[in-house]
């Protein structure tokens, strides 16, 4: 039972070092990259995305505004540069829609350009920031461009209906209030006029209800708009006020963001497990062959144990929230972890050293001849070095068992090391020399 169990520890010490140096990997990877970054831009895209309002969004003044030369040459060409290697990674390494101009737009807004951190975007956002900042930029659109084929609204000026189109007498009304404004008579309060059945609303004024306002600018949208559709039914006739609104407009946001919680998640397990595949074949880690040197050798396994209980007074590193839409991004931090891994791995002293080797013998040696007169007799002794560590089960299992996370192994190094504590049996009494006997017990 005790050998066993030292090889258990053993095993587990080197699975949680392999595991370490994976996600410190991994970490250096994302934050270098901007994983997170570019996972939430892709998650807020998915939300925005609407070929209906690209036309729309592409004609606000704060696109063409953007749009605008603000830097030197070079730095256009840098900025240019940038941006199409964001858009390489987000297209080649994370498959999502195409650029959304309304997201594109949302970016830019103040509220959201803050809490940009590096060459991407925020890997962060708050829900109430970002539902400020989308009811801001979808008042700077205008909805109201599309509304040529439709009724005029009833007050409508010669500019509106058409150059030759006579007055109304709405119109007329309209303009009185401003000739006794300039007689220095205060103009009455104008009344709110519904709009006629078809007609697009008008632009929202400042000083009506925000909720109101809200609601008009959702019925201003295009109507076969996924997104009009959307917070249509978020902000339906139930909705009384606009903390309401904002509440329901947040829950969307997060239950958006659990989604890009989990896209990324995946995507991480993804990359630490190919990690770990590239590290086992790399430093030869076979759990088979590691196992049977364990049992055989007294002094490695000893070495080992000793090593394990050193491991388990230090747990890993938090990796800055797995969600992935977390900005505490630390690329130094990441590296020394998995420094600090490697060297333990190394120092263990059982045979797991980086570097890929020729097998001495092979099935096909004239196929791997004719190529090594082609490709050269070094890189084929790597490949068939890889080829031959591939297709060993125990560096397969070593990978498998290094994808699942530092936390597991060392959850299960710590079971593991207190139960060899605590399972020990104890030494036997043995009474000090020269004493004699006990005189309080009758005989």
């Keep these: 039972m005790g050998t066993t169990l030292d090889i258990a520890i053993g095993l587990v010490s080197v699975f949680f070092l392999l595991s370490v140096l ?202 076969k708009s996924d997104l009009r559709r959307a917070l249509t039914t978020i902000v339906d006739s139930t909705v009384k006020d606009m903390r309401e609104a904002n509440i329901r407009l947040e829950r969307w946001f997060n239950d958006a963001m659990d989604r890009a919680a989990g896209r990324y998640k995946r995507r991480a397990q993804l990359i630490i497990s190919a990690t770990a595949l590239v590290l086992c074949v790399g430093f030869n880690a076979d759990s088979i062959r590691l196992a049977g040197a364990l049992s055989r050798d007294a002094v490695v396994r000893a070495r080992l144990i000793a090593a394990a209980q050193e491991l388990a007074k230090s747990p890993p590193r938090a990796a800055p929230q797995a969600g992935g839409v977390d900005q505490n991004e630390d690329i130094m931090a990441a590296i020394a972890e998995g420094s600090g891994a490697r060297s333990r791995l190394t120092g263990l002293d059982i045979e797991i050293t980086w570097g890929v080797k020729a097998p001495e013998h092979t099935s096909v040696p004239k196929l791997w001849n004719a190529i090594a007169a082609i490709l050269g007799q070094g890189i084929v002794g790597w490949i068939r070095g890889v080829l031959d560590r591939l297709l060993t089960p125990g560096i397969l299992m070593t990978a498998a068992a290094a994808s699942l996370g530092a936390p597991f192994w060392f959850d299960l190094l710590n079971k593991l090391v207190n139960l060899r504590t605590v399972g020990k049996s104890p030494e036997p009494y043995e009474p000090p020399k020269g004493a004699g006997p006990d005189s309080s017990v009758t005989r």
Excluded at 125 to 139: C, E, G, K, N, Q
Excluded at 155 to 172: C, D, F, I, L
Excluded at 182 to 194: E, I, L
């Design 22 to 223: 994976c996600s410190a990997i991994h970490e250096a990877l994302a934050g270098v990259l901007r994983l997170r970054a570019l996972n939430l831009a892709q998650s807020i895209e998915i939300m925005l995305a609407d070929s209906e309002l690209d036309a729309h969004v592409k004609q606000s003044p704060g696109a063409a505004d953007a749009a605008a030369p603000r830097s030197s040459p070079l730095e256009q060409i840098m900025k240019r540069a940038a941006r199409r290697a964001v858009e390489l990674v987000r297209t080649r390494v994370m498959p999502g829609p195409l650029p959304s101009p309304l997201a594109a737009k949302l970016r830019e807004h103040p509220l959201i350009k803050d809490l940009k951190y590096g060459w991407v975007g925020p890997s962060y956002i708050p829900s109430h920031a970002f539902v400020a900042a989308l009811i801001d930029t979808l008042r700077q659109v205008p909805w109201t461009d599309g509304a040529a084929a439709l009724p005029p609204r009833a007050g409508a000026t010669p500019s509106q209906t058409g150059a030759g189109a006579a007055p109304s007498p709405a119109g007329e009304a309209a303009s009185a209030p401003l000739q006794q404004a300039s007689d220095g008579v205060p103009p009455p309060q104008a009344s709110a006029a519904a709009p006629a059945p078809g007609e697009i609303a008008a632009a929202p004024s400042r000083d009506e209800d925000p909720l109101d306002e809200l609601k008009q600018i959702i019925r201003s949208m295009p109507p």
